[in-house]
């Protein structure tokens, strides 16, 4: 189990202060769920973390190390939000998975661990030899996610990895995600905008607005007696909220 | 090389273009390579009898001061020119490949470096830049094709980095970055595979540049020195002897016009028939305009549909999509059937590859040139859309269909401002004046809820949010007066806050004009908020038809009481899973013989697997195609599938 901390990180872009002085606690084996509107800086957050921007304050902290950013093993692994741009359209869905074992199986170890990985995640084995092209988006962000666990991390960084799936496959991701992380004992930095789904993954919830958090706790919390006005807006724009309202009148 | 990139070469040399600079550029080479040794002899042979003589039956291109045949020696000659143009393109290649990649292997203070280096040397004319390395290596061939090649690298070098850093942008290198692959293994693997293509076809170009280049400083003496000849050389022979024999510089000249052109043409055509897609991998179907794949205009089928009544705004039957695949071409969409009326909101839910997008091509035509679409009827406001390219249809999809997709962000031109952007559309389809487009796209912008239209329509697409680019992309469909807006997953890459913003805007929208709104969602909370009536798709097929009311409680299939099940709510029970729905979704190139959900379906009996059940009107008012419908029992646990008795 492993903990990832920030301590007061900033992240810039020229002159844009996209994270600002976040101060974030990942716990080990549990899952941190942080919420926030496009452009608050979540993604931002979670590339300084895997080492894909540099930060310009603050330190990030595995377990009280520095992450370690370089070298063939990454104890961070990251799923993408967008399906149709993280995955090589040149490279087939085992090629792309493969690249993300680590090394020291031989070709058939690979090759079966490749199976075992698209079964995990609801694909046919037999589509190793698929490209990008041939799946439908649901279906890529499936391969994504089996690619980040292919990597055996010790935290997972998730951002936004449902917002493009459907429903059906949502429900089995957010359940696999839960499996994973009890047994393997992943902490796991879950991001989405999506409050219904961050409910159900995260025990502990962080709020994001403009580069800095305005509201974190324990999830049970901050989504029964939301403490800051951007929270309770966010409540009120969860889909489906307005339907059950309607339906009761 | 993959399929598709196959597809696209073959594609090039089915234009004529490709066709004649393929065939030309083959004879070229094929006289570099075979050529020298038949002639070899005649090119040489000295006839002190004929010299400087005119063409004749003997030499048609007349001799030189040694009497030495012309025609020959130009032919001779192809081998030293192109060997030497192809060496030096090598050259060019090399280096600027090196340079080009060595922002992105060197890290960033390195790299701007070798950027910076590079900006300097384009500054520089190649001509200038190719005397100036002339003179460093020396007069002679080896110098020449050394100063060419390098004078060329700066732009090509160029190129390779505005390409990578296009392609290293994408996630799927910063994935392979987080998964610890190095960095020269991500260029060979990742960068350099998704840029082969523009830099192949700028090669080819640059072959025919350099080309030329090589005869120009062989014509100033710089190049190949005698006895050796090219065709620069040659030329350079024959405009001192010009008065004599015209035809002793005509032939070389043809010569190098002839095989620059075709090098050129061949490149230039392979660019064409890549398209942009290649250069840029923006999937095709992101073009907003359906007008845009314009083709041959054939008569217009004008006549207003028999017998739809008159409030159909959208009337679709029976309709297929299929795709050639290697093994017999898959249906994706199989036999959709169903009507939208002025001003009604209908939602399609469904599985992701349930073929939800694809009926929202087929209904603008925006399915990709492979696929095929078939229907038994597919009309928009009583046209028929199936047939032709007619001008007329075109202006309906333009004006009367509005689409709106799911990346903002690619459904836009970056480099032009938003508002001349939706000026455009007018411009196309109405044939307003510049000012009177540009006044309606401050309006419409300001119809969308954009706050200050004026100024931002001044602005460019990355200025704007993703949720003002998704509300700008709703107001280019509102540049005409659409009868129908098309919205596939318009909200799925927006926050919640913004969803609810566009949600609230397209339902606005429909109410205060009447418009009809098809919204694609997998999500059946988001439909369930603005539709009336919603599709629910499987495997190709709509399987139910039901009002949104009754999605909750008065759902009659199996799968759509699944799906709604599935989607996570703010009461959903924490301490066990989700409900999900076991299995796949069917492939669609593996269909089974009956009810396509009857592997995931838990009321499955023997009749499901061996019938395909026909989407028709259930007692209850609405559409299902189940042979067990009905409603919901209320506990789902206790019912035995075995008990349930057949409904017809
Ligand atoms: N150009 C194409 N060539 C071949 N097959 C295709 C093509 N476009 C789509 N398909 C296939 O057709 C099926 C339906 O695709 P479609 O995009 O309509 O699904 P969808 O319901 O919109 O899914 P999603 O929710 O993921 O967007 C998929 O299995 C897909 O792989
Ligand atoms: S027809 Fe049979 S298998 Fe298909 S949905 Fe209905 S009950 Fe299930
Ligand atoms: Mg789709």
């Given at each position: 189990m492993s903990e990832l901390l920030f301590e007061d990180v900033t992240v810039r872009y020229g002159r844009l202060t996209a994270v600002d002085g976040v101060t974030l606690r990942v716990p080990a084996g549990g899952v941190l769920g942080l919420v926030g509107e496009s452009g608050s800086g979540k993604s931002t957050l979670a590339r300084a973390a895997v080492g894909l921007v540099p930060p310009a304050g603050g330190r990030i902290l595995l377990d009280g190390e520095p992450v370690r950013a370089h070298g063939r093993h990454r104890p961070l692994q990251m799923v993408f939000q967008d399906p149709y741009s993280s995955l090589d359209p040149r490279m087939t869905i085992g090629e792309t998975i493969t690249e993300a074992i680590p090394p020291g199986m031989s070709r058939a170890q690979r090759r079966t661990e490749v199976a075992r990985l698209l079964e995990l995640v609801h694909l046919d084995p037999g589509r190793a030899s698929a490209y990008p092209g041939q799946l439908s988006g649901g279906q890529r962000q499936r391969v994504a996610l089996a690619r980040a666990i292919a990597g055996r991390p010790r935290v997972v960084i998730a951002d936004e990895i449902t917002s493009a799936l459907d429903v059906s496959i949502q429900g089995a991701i957010l359940n696999l995600v839960r499996e994973l992380q009890r047994e393997l004992g992943l902490s796991i930095l879950f991001i989405s905008h999506n409050l219904a789904v961050v409910r159900y993954v995260a025990d502990h919830v962080a709020i994001m607005l403009r580069g800095r958090v305005v509201e974190q706790g324990p999830a049970a919390r901050v989504l029964s007696e939301p403490g800051h006005e951007y929270t309770r807006a966010l409540l009120d724009a969860v889909p489906g909220h307005r339907l059950t309202a309607r339906s009761a009148t | 090389m993959n399929r598709r990139t196959a597809h696209r070469w073959l594609r090039v040399l089915r234009t004529p273009m490709g066709r004649t600079a393929a065939a030309l550029v083959l004879v070229v080479l094929v006289l570099a390579v075979v050529?020298?040794?038949?002639?070899n002899a005649r090119a040489d042979a000295v006839d002190t009898a004929n010299i400087l003589a005119g063409p004749s039956a003997q030499h048609w291109a007349g001799t030189d001061n040694l009497g030495r045949d012309i025609a020959f020696r130009v032919l001779e000659a192809t081998r030293l020119s192109v060997g030497l143009a192809l060496a030096a393109t090598a050259i060019g290649v090399v280096a600027g490949l090196l340079l080009g990649t060595a922002p992105w292997l060197l890290g960033r203070r390195l790299g701007r470096l070798v950027t910076g280096a590079v900006q300097i040397a384009i500054a520089f004319p190649g001509l200038l830049l190719a005397l100036f390395f002339a003179v460093v290596f020396g007069v002679g061939a080896t110098g020449a094709a050394l100063a060419i090649g390098l004078a060329g690298a700066p732009t090509f070098a160029r190129l390779v980095q505005t390409l990578l850093a296009g392609v290293a942008a994408r996630d799927f290198v910063a994935a392979a970055r987080i998964a610890g692959v190095g960095r020269l293994r991500i260029l060979v693997r990742h960068l350099l595979p998704n840029i082969a293509e523009p830099l192949v076809v700028n090669a080819t170009i640059g072959a025919g540049g350099a080309l030329l280049a090589f005869a120009g400083l062989s014509f100033l003496g710089l190049g190949v020195q005698a006895p050796s000849y090219d065709w620069g050389r040659l030329l350079y022979d024959g405009i001192g002897v010009l008065y004599v024999n015209p035809a002793a510089a005509i032939a070389p000249a043809l010569a190098v016009l002839v095989a620059g052109l075709a090098l050129n043409l061949l490149g230039e055509s392979v660019a064409k028939g890549f398209g942009m897609d290649a250069l840029?991998?923006?999937?095709?179907?992101?073009?907003?305009?359906?007008?845009?794949?314009?083709?041959p205009a054939q008569p217009a089928a004008e006549r207003p549909a028999d017998d739809a009544p008159d409030d159909v705004v959208l009337d679709v039957r029976d309709l297929t999509v299929s795709f050639p695949a290697a093994a017999g071409p898959i249906r994706p969409v199989r036999g959709v059937t169903f009507s939208i009326r002025r001003g009604e909101a209908v939602g399609v839910v469904g599985e992701s590859g349930s073929g939800k997008s694809l009926t929202a091509l087929a209904v603008s035509r925006l399915v990709d040139a492979a696929g095929r679409v078939d229907a038994d009827r597919l009309h928009l406001l009583g046209t028929d859309l199936r047939e032709g390219d007619s001008a007329a249809q075109r202006r309906l999809l333009g004006s009367s269909l509005a689409m709106v997709f799911q990346d903002p962000a690619s459904s836009f031109n970056p480099t032009q401002r938003i508002g001349r952007q939706l000026a455009e559309t007018s411009r196309h389809h109405h044939g307003l004046g510049r000012r009177a487009a540009f006044a309606r796209a401050v309006d419409r912008l300001r119809a969308v809820r954009i706050t200050d239209p004026d100024r931002r329509a001044r602005q460019y697409p990355h200025e704007f949010s993703g949720g003002m680019r998704q509300r700008a992309m709703i107001g280019m469909g509102l540049m005409g007066s659409p009868a129908l807006i098309v919205a596939d997953e318009p909200t799925t890459a927006l926050d919640v806050t913004v969803q609810r913003q566009v949600l609230d805007l397209l339902t606005a929208i429909r109410t205060s004009d009447a418009v009809a709104l098809l919204l694609i969602s997998h999500d059946v909370a988001v439909v369930s908020e603005v539709c009336d009536r919603v599709l629910v798709m499987y495997a190709g097929r709509i399987v139910e038809d039901l009002p949104t009311d009754r999605l909750t409680t008065g759902a009659l299939h199996p799968y759509t009481r699944a799906l709604t099940a599935a989607v996570p709510r703010m009461d959903s029970p924490l301490d066990r899973p989700l409900p999900v729905i076991p299995g796949r979704p069917v492939d669609p190139a593996d269909v089974p013989p009956?009810?396509?959900y009857a592997a995931r379906c838990?009321?499955?009996s023997q009749r499901c697997r061996d019938e395909d059940p026909p989407l028709a009107r259930h007692p209850s008012g609405h559409r299902v195609a189940c042979?067990?419908?009905?409603?919901?029992?209320?506990?789902?646990?206790?019912?035995?599938?075995?008990?349930v008795v057949e409904a017809s």
């Amino acid at each position: 189990m492993s903990e990832l901390l920030f301590e007061d990180v900033t992240v810039r872009y020229g002159r844009l202060t996209a994270v600002d002085g976040v101060t974030l606690r990942v716990p080990a084996g549990g899952v941190l769920g942080l919420v926030g509107e496009s452009g608050s800086g979540k993604s931002t957050l979670a590339r300084a973390a895997v080492g894909l921007v540099p930060p310009a304050g603050g330190r990030i902290l595995l377990d009280g190390e520095p992450v370690r950013a370089h070298g063939r093993h990454r104890p961070l692994q990251m799923v993408f939000q967008d399906p149709y741009s993280s995955l090589d359209p040149r490279m087939t869905i085992g090629e792309t998975i493969t690249e993300a074992i680590p090394p020291g199986m031989s070709r058939a170890q690979r090759r079966t661990e490749v199976a075992r990985l698209l079964e995990l995640v609801h694909l046919d084995p037999g589509r190793a030899s698929a490209y990008p092209g041939q799946l439908s988006g649901g279906q890529r962000q499936r391969v994504a996610l089996a690619r980040a666990i292919a990597g055996r991390p010790r935290v997972v960084i998730a951002d936004e990895i449902t917002s493009a799936l459907d429903v059906s496959i949502q429900g089995a991701i957010l359940n696999l995600v839960r499996e994973l992380q009890r047994e393997l004992g992943l902490s796991i930095l879950f991001i989405s905008h999506n409050l219904a789904v961050v409910r159900y993954v995260a025990d502990h919830v962080a709020i994001m607005l403009r580069g800095r958090v305005v509201e974190q706790g324990p999830a049970a919390r901050v989504l029964s007696e939301p403490g800051h006005e951007y929270t309770r807006a966010l409540l009120d724009a969860v889909p489906g909220h307005r339907l059950t309202a309607r339906s009761a009148t | 090389m993959n399929r598709r990139t196959a597809h696209r070469w073959l594609r090039v040399l089915r234009t004529p273009m490709g066709r004649t600079a393929a065939a030309l550029v083959l004879v070229v080479l094929v006289l570099a390579v075979v050529g020298p040794a038949p002639w070899n002899a005649r090119a040489d042979a000295v006839d002190t009898a004929n010299i400087l003589a005119g063409p004749s039956a003997q030499h048609w291109a007349g001799t030189d001061n040694l009497g030495r045949d012309i025609a020959f020696r130009v032919l001779e000659a192809t081998r030293l020119s192109v060997g030497l143009a192809l060496a030096a393109t090598a050259i060019g290649v090399v280096a600027g490949l090196l340079l080009g990649t060595a922002p992105w292997l060197l890290g960033r203070r390195l790299g701007r470096l070798v950027t910076g280096a590079v900006q300097i040397a384009i500054a520089f004319p190649g001509l200038l830049l190719a005397l100036f390395f002339a003179v460093v290596f020396g007069v002679g061939a080896t110098g020449a094709a050394l100063a060419i090649g390098l004078a060329g690298a700066p732009t090509f070098a160029r190129l390779v980095q505005t390409l990578l850093a296009g392609v290293a942008a994408r996630d799927f290198v910063a994935a392979a970055r987080i998964a610890g692959v190095g960095r020269l293994r991500i260029l060979v693997r990742h960068l350099l595979p998704n840029i082969a293509e523009p830099l192949v076809v700028n090669a080819t170009i640059g072959a025919g540049g350099a080309l030329l280049a090589f005869a120009g400083l062989s014509f100033l003496g710089l190049g190949v020195q005698a006895p050796s000849y090219d065709w620069g050389r040659l030329l350079y022979d024959g405009i001192g002897v010009l008065y004599v024999n015209p035809a002793a510089a005509i032939a070389p000249a043809l010569a190098v016009l002839v095989a620059g052109l075709a090098l050129n043409l061949l490149g230039e055509s392979v660019a064409k028939g890549f398209g942009m897609d290649a250069l840029v991998g923006l999937p095709a179907s992101a073009s907003p305009s359906p007008a845009a794949a314009a083709g041959p205009a054939q008569p217009a089928a004008e006549r207003p549909a028999d017998d739809a009544p008159d409030d159909v705004v959208l009337d679709v039957r029976d309709l297929t999509v299929s795709f050639p695949a290697a093994a017999g071409p898959i249906r994706p969409v199989r036999g959709v059937t169903f009507s939208i009326r002025r001003g009604e909101a209908v939602g399609v839910v469904g599985e992701s590859g349930s073929g939800k997008s694809l009926t929202a091509l087929a209904v603008s035509r925006l399915v990709d040139a492979a696929g095929r679409v078939d229907a038994d009827r597919l009309h928009l406001l009583g046209t028929d859309l199936r047939e032709g390219d007619s001008a007329a249809q075109r202006r309906l999809l333009g004006s009367s269909l509005a689409m709106v997709f799911q990346d903002p962000a690619s459904s836009f031109n970056p480099t032009q401002r938003i508002g001349r952007q939706l000026a455009e559309t007018s411009r196309h389809h109405h044939g307003l004046g510049r000012r009177a487009a540009f006044a309606r796209a401050v309006d419409r912008l300001r119809a969308v809820r954009i706050t200050d239209p004026d100024r931002r329509a001044r602005q460019y697409p990355h200025e704007f949010s993703g949720g003002m680019r998704q509300r700008a992309m709703i107001g280019m469909g509102l540049m005409g007066s659409p009868a129908l807006i098309v919205a596939d997953e318009p909200t799925t890459a927006l926050d919640v806050t913004v969803q609810r913003q566009v949600l609230d805007l397209l339902t606005a929208i429909r109410t205060s004009d009447a418009v009809a709104l098809l919204l694609i969602s997998h999500d059946v909370a988001v439909v369930s908020e603005v539709c009336d009536r919603v599709l629910v798709m499987y495997a190709g097929r709509i399987v139910e038809d039901l009002p949104t009311d009754r999605l909750t409680t008065g759902a009659l299939h199996p799968y759509t009481r699944a799906l709604t099940a599935a989607v996570p709510r703010m009461d959903s029970p924490l301490d066990r899973p989700l409900p999900v729905i076991p299995g796949r979704p069917v492939d669609p190139a593996d269909v089974p013989p009956g009810c396509a959900y009857a592997a995931r379906c838990p009321l499955a009996s023997q009749r499901c697997r061996d019938e395909d059940p026909p989407l028709a009107r259930h007692p209850s008012g609405h559409r299902v195609a189940c042979w067990h419908a009905r409603p919901e029992p209320a506990h789902a646990e206790a019912v035995r599938p075995a008990s349930v008795v057949e409904a017809s």
